[in-house]
């Protein structure tokens, strides 16, 4: 099973962060994405190119998106997530980040 979240940066569709079965991590901008004049990279470790990159484990930068202490436990608690489940946090908790970077899940049916 692969989990899938959109990266939506400065509100703008962005890319695609995937975790495949194995675990491993892939992130990818859009096409659309990269061919807009005033596009931005998430980070400066994933630069704006179209080769997808690739980690066997979170990237640190995603990572980081994800909240500690009292608010990490109130995510926990309200939905019930492994906290080791890094994809999951992301995906269930960063859907309204403080910075230009924010991530939701894919629809179950939704393609790109």
């Excluded at 940066?9 to 659309?32: C, H, M």
């Excluded at 995603?62 to 939905?79: C, R, T, Y």
Aim: aromatic fraction near 12%; proline fraction near 8%; include cysteine.
């Amino acid at each position: 099973m692969t989990r899938r979240g959109k990266v939506f940066i400065f509100n703008k569709f962005a890319g695609v962060l995937e975790e495949s079965s194995d675990g491993g991590y892939r992130f990818q901008y859009t096409p659309s994405y990269l061919a807009k004049p005033n596009a931005k990279a998430a980070s400066l470790t994933l630069p704006l190119r179209t080769e997808p990159f690739h980690s066997k484990i979170m990237f640190p930068f995603f990572d980081g998106l994800i909240p500690e202490g009292w608010l990490l436990n109130i995510a926990l608690k309200n939905w019930k997530i492994d906290p080791h489940d890094r994809m999951e946090l992301l995906l269930k908790v960063c859907g309204d980040c403080i910075g230009a970077v924010h991530v939701e899940p894919f629809p179950d049916k939704e393609d790109l």
